[in-house]
């Protein structure tokens, strides 16, 4: 899992425009894009880009916890609490969890299954002390480039709520990366699609971008 | 008729083997049969109430909310909080769930100085600590979104909420859900309350009922039975016969996937006491005929005519019970009621075959009675006889010797009854059906006292929710809903936004601008909470309400028509409301209830009428007719008035079914008294001659109709225990209205009144050369009677009249046969 960790987590800094495909139950579909800057692994801004109504809405996360989102019709920040790890992000599938810059091996316990058609299964089961609104992870990685393909998420009862698929691995630079990553929850039959658009790795990205201040511009 | 029966008789082992293989096909299917105890499953779907009941169900997340109450002197305390958490997190991952609302994960948006949070009100994957609950205790009980909604204002009891997903089994959730609570084991006291428990509770009693209240009816009848026939064919067969009716009855239900109701699970009640009849009335003839000859004819030709005679009297009195109960399928607003009308009437249908095939078969089959049952019958007929015609007596000296006495009675009661009736109450909800100790009825005292009730108000916005003049006309709604005196808890999106922009910094108002809305919405985006609130095309809302879950129909009625009065009143350009939820359709089934009752009513008086009209041949006979069924219904809704009985979903079928089986009381005194004045010299003489013989049926018939409904007293479900108790009353009322009513009005009228039949003249002739033994055996037999030594009499049939009546004398009137055996097959 630790090189899982370093191919997900191994630029320095990145800057990607996503574009979000949203899937409610009853099949209809919304669109939204938002650029994302991240740097080391606990830095991040989201800013959305389109659609017009929500454009200038952006969030802050920054170390220790502290979260910033900012409201251009109140022209103000304000800070939000961050514990909330099991909430949906922006009306996604995805939650503020699965949207961490993840680091598995220090809080997962990994089990091999056994290798097939190029992937690795693995087992995941939470360390102690754990944070998690999950019971169980199973992961599939590629054995060449130990990227995880797909995660299924079971919740504590052992049923199987949600499920991820990132596709298109493409290195760029030095780097692997997934064109495309899908989330599913199965219960609420609702979806959610991530398109990463344009990707751009070791920047060298400005701590002024993480700050407060800029959350406005 | 009679070629059928000869056949009948000629195949008597094919009739015994069809009815076998028949039964054992039902009996088979019976495996099948279901409790279906949702009542919302009965709702007509082409209300539009329901069908937006529905809609908001299946949109925001369903509709059905168990509500499980923690009960604690304070409830912020470790174990408590502890618990609540555990639960919900338990009752979370239950399939038929579809989201829990409690203390430990509900939403909260908190403020202080550097921001605010979207977040949990309390953290469940760190509980707080004794000092922290401390602190939270008056944050909580500050904010209207948690005081009384999911905490008690003074923090004396907690609530869990689930919505149950729609499609799923909600019986079982329930009972899964308990299980959990069960397993969980918590310190507090628990209580279950909301439909889906009330449901569940619904479905345990149906089950317990139909254990208890079988056997109890059928031991009911079995005694009567006894009593009457003192011999093991006439307790016997009856039962034989409704239980194998019964048995096609649930067995054809099963098979057509129709479970059993609230409604319907009295099926096997009412059959047992109403098909009953059919069969004693065939066995009392082939007793009476068997002994009253040394050698009984085997023939199947003899047999066959046997059978003829009491037939068509019997097929008469099983059409118009029919009729009766097939009256609730007309305007009847739920389905259930539909169900219960259609197969009550084929289980009767059931029972008058088997009553007219297998019965007469069965009963031709064996050897002549041995001459000691007959001895024995004999004497236990003379004990009986002695004191029902020692009733009957009473009966015939009151209305001879003082008939304006009796009409002043009759007067007397219906002017009581009719200044009960401005009295009478309607109940509609359900929890009525429970006894005042029910745990559920604690469950929903504690839910009202605490938490406004669980009584729901759904209203559907349908605007641009984007728009803060919609969402102030939301919040104009919702002020007026808590204004009302029971109405305690509203929750909309309206709330979450003004917490949202007091968080921004402008106040706990709703935002003044449409781009401040539209930021706030993505904030909530994702929250649960937003499904049950909003669609994600910011279109549609739903505005909730709680109120108590028992009120009286006719507040409920107002309440509603209050909330629909307010919502015309709003500019439609703007935003539309419509209101739904169980109040609503509570108010429509009211109304049906109201209707239906009146539609059966008048279908069933319409068809006393014409049954009268046709019987006697004359408008003003029918019409005196019409005063038993009058008077009944007027005592029964004067009692229901005066003893504060509810017309509800269960009574409300008690006039048409006591006229269905009522009416046949009217029929036979009348036709029989009709028939006597062709014979006898005056009023009085004919008056007297039908109260011995087809008012002795009558009374006897009336006597167990009213036991064997009284039965339903041992019911757990209350509507029921007043249906028996109602029936039970009517059964009397038409029995005073038919034996000293109606006599007392006929002798009062005097010569105004001509019901004697046309051609009168012949037959009183006829039986003058003809029947001239007739005359002095009828005589004989009131004479006899009366002084309670006849000795002579061999079978229970000795009460029922027309069995006397030679064959000529029969085809001479065309009535004869029919109101002859009406008499004949009143004595059920």
Request: glycine share 8%; net charge positive.
């Amino acid at each position: 899992m630790a090189r899982v960790d370093q191919t997900v987590s191994a630029a320095q800094d990145q800057e990607i425009r996503v574009k979000l495909v949203i899937t409610d139950a009853k099949g209809r579909v919304s669109e939204r894009e938002m650029l994302m800057l991240q740097k080391g692994g606990d830095r991040r801004m989201v800013k959305f880009l389109a659609p017009p109504e929500h454009k200038g809405i952006a969030f802050l996360s920054l170390p220790g916890g502290l979260t910033y989102v900012y409201l251009p019709a109140y022209r103000q920040s304000r800070r939000i609490a961050s514990h909330v790890r099991n909430q949906k992000f922006a009306g996604t599938d995805f939650t503020y969890e699965d949207m961490e810059a993840r680091r598995y091996s220090g809080e997962w316990e990994a089990k091999l299954l056994g290798e097939e058609n190029g992937r690795y299964r693995l087992e995941l089961t939470p360390k102690a002390g754990t944070v998690t609104d999950y019971g169980r992870l199973l992961v599939e990685v590629t054995t060449d480039s130990f990227y995880p393909v797909r995660i299924e998420f079971f919740d504590k009862g052992n049923q199987l709520r949600k499920v991820m698929v990132q596709e298109k691995l493409e290195k760029i630079g030095a780097y692997w990366v997934a064109r495309e990553a899908e989330m599913k929850d199965l219960q609420a039959g609702t979806s959610s699609k991530m398109y990463f658009l344009e990707v751009k790795f070791d920047q060298g990205l400005a701590d002024e971008f993480f700050t407060e201040r800029y959350l406005a511009r | 008729m009679t070629k059928l029966t000869v056949l009948i008789f000629r195949k008597r082992y094919l009739v015994i083997g069809l009815v076998i293989l028949v039964t054992l096909f039902f009996g088979l299917s019976l495996r099948k049969l279901k409790i279906n105890p949702d009542v919302l499953s009965y709702f007509p779907k082409k209300d539009p109430a329901v069908q937006l009941f529905t809609a908001l169900g299946e949109e925001y997340g369903g509709n059905a909310l168990a509500m499980i109450v923690l009960i604690s002197e304070d409830v912020f305390n470790q174990a408590t909080i502890a618990t609540v958490h555990e639960l919900t997190a338990r009752f979370q991952l239950d399939p038929g769930v579809s989201t829990v609302t409690s203390l430990t994960n509900t939403v909260d948006i908190k403020t202080d100085e550097y921001g605010f949070e979207i977040g949990r009100l309390i953290n469940a994957a760190s509980l707080p600590t004794e000092g922290e609950l401390a602190e939270l205790k008056p944050y909580v009980l500050g904010k209207e979104m948690f005081r009384g909604a999911l905490v008690a204002a003074d923090a004396s009891a907690a609530l869990i909420i689930c919505r149950l997903q729609n499609s799923t089994d909600q019986v079982a959730t329930c009972r899964r859900l308990k299980t959990i609570v069960e397993e969980v084991g918590p310190a507090e006291k628990v209580y279950y309350g909301g439909l889906p428990f009330l449901i569940l509770d619904l479905a345990d009693l149906i089950g317990a009922d139909l254990k208890i209240l079988i056997p109890l009816v059928s031991l009911v009848i079995i005694l009567f039975l006894a009593f009457a026939f003192q011999s093991w064919e006439g307790v016997f067969l009856p039962l034989l016969a409704v239980g194998i009716s019964l048995l096609w009855t649930l067995g054809l239900m099963s098979l057509l996937g129709i479970p059993l109701s609230i409604v319907s699970n009295v099926i096997p009640v009412v059959l047992v006491a109403v098909g009953s009849a059919y069969s004693i009335h065939v066995v009392s003839k082939f007793m009476e005929v068997g002994a009253g000859r040394e050698q009984h004819s085997r023939a199947p030709a003899d047999l066959a005519g046997t059978l003829s005679e009491v037939g068509t009297p019997v097929l008469l009195s099983a059409l118009t019970t029919m009729a009766g109960f097939l009256s609730f399928i007309f305007g009847s607003y739920l389905v259930m009621i539909r169900e219960f009308g259609i197969f009550t009437a084929v289980g009767v249908l059931f029972a008058l075959l088997i009553a007219l095939t297998l019965v007469p078969v069965l009963l031709t089959l064996r050897k002549k009675q041995s001459n000691r049952t007959d001895r024995r019958s004999v004497r236990g007929r003379n004990r009986e006889r002695s004191i029902a015609v020692r009733f009957i007596d009473l009966l015939e000296r009151l209305v001879l010797m003082r008939p304006k006495t009796v009409a002043g009675v009759g007067i007397f009661l219906a002017l009581l009854g009719l200044a009960g009736i401005p009295q009478l109450s309607r109940r509609v909800d359900l929890i009525e059906y429970f006894q005042p100790d029910a745990g559920i009825r604690q469950a929903e005292a504690v839910l009202a006292d605490k938490f406004g009730g669980s009584g729901l108000i759904q209203i559907l916005v349908k605007g641009d929710l984007q728009d803060p003049e919609v969402l102030r006309e939301m919040e104009k709604l919702e002020g007026f809903l808590l204004a009302q005196e029971d109405i305690h808890q509203t929750q909309s999106v309206v709330s979450l936004l003004k917490e949202l922009n007091k968080a921004m910094g402008e106040g706990r108002v709703l935002p003044d601008t449409r781009e401040k809305v539209i930021n706030l919405w993505f904030l909530l985006e994702g929250e649960e909470i937003m499904g049950q609130l909003v669609n994600s095309d910011r279109t549609e809302a739903v505005i909730q309400a709680r109120m108590a879950s028992s009120l009286e129909a006719k507040r409920v009625y107002q309440l509603v028509t209050a909330i629909d009065d307010y919502i015309a009143g709003v500019d439609a350009e703007l935003v539309i409301f419509r209101q739904t939820g169980m109040p609503l359709i509570y108010r429509n089934l009211d109304r049906s209830i109201i209707q239906s009752q009146f539609q059966s009513l008048i279908l069933a008086v319409v068809l006393v009428f014409l049954a009268m009209l046709y019987l006697l041949g004359s408008l003003t006979g029918a019409l005196i007719g019409l005063i038993p069924i009058g008077f009944t219904l007027v005592v029964l809704f004067g009692f229901m008035g005066f003893s504060r009985i509810p017309l509800d979903i269960a009574t409300v079928l008690v006039a048409g079914v006591s006229i269905g089986i009522g009416i046949d009381y009217s029929i036979h005194f009348l036709g029989r008294y009709r028939q006597e004045m062709a014979k006898q010299p005056s009023r009085q003489a004919a008056v007297q001659t039908t109260l011995h013989t087809s008012g002795q049926a009558i009374l006897i018939n009336v006597l167990t109709v009213a036991l064997g409904f009284l039965v339903l007293v041992f019911s757990q479900l209350v509507p029921l225990q007043r249906f028996g108790v109602l029936v039970a009353v009517t059964m009397l009322s038409s029995g005073f209205g038919a034996l000293l009513l109606l006599p007392a009005i006929l002798l009062l009228a005097g010569g105004r009144l001509n019901l004697r039949p046309q051609g009168a003249e012949e037959t009183r002739r006829t039986a003058g050369r003809a029947g001239g033994a007739f005359k002095a055996e009828k005589g004989g037999i009131i004479k006899n009677e009366r002084r309670g030594m006849n000795g002579k009499t061999e079978s229970i049939a000795r009460f029922l009249p027309g069995r006397t009546v030679p064959p000529g004398l029969a085809r001479s009137s065309p009535g004869r046969e029919r109101t002859d055996g009406g008499g004949n097959h009143g004595a059920g």
